[in-house]
């Protein structure tokens, strides 16, 4: 069975730090584009950043100065580095494993970012 794990959310305060790490099992992780995806009460889900699994990046604009994403295909992860966080950050923050074919992805069940003073 495919798993998403996401940790290493929690409450920060603005300026902050923190650093996102989802573990994946069940699939050949090499063969998934892996992105992070975000979800804030009363919004829609929206891409915050993925990798290609030769390591290519695509940002948001909203993400692109301050977050960096990383994979490490020889541990099936991929991180989420986010500095200088805003309150405006604050959303649930979901792992994502697409194969990019025409058979769905995975989702993680998500981990809580709050920044707040």
């Known amino acids: 069975q495919v798993q998403l794990v996401e940790s290493g959310g929690g409450l920060v305060q603005p300026g902050g730090s923190l650093r996102l790490s989802c573990a994946a099992s069940g699939i050949i992780f090499r063969f998934y584009r892996m992105g992070w995806y975000r979800q804030a009460p009363g919004k829609a889900r929206e891409l915050v950043a993925a990798i290609s699994s030769g390591g290519s990046t695509n940002y948001a604009d909203f993400a692109k100065d301050r977050f960096t994403i990383s994979r490490d295909n020889a541990k099936n992860t991929v991180h989420l580095q986010m500095n200088s966080l805003k309150p405006e950050d604050t959303a649930v923050y979901y792992c994502?494993?697409?194969?990019?074919?025409?058979?769905?992805?995975?989702w993680g069940q998500g981990t809580q970012v709050s920044v707040s003073s």
């Open positions: 994502n494993a697409d194969p990019l074919g025409p058979n769905s992805g995975y």
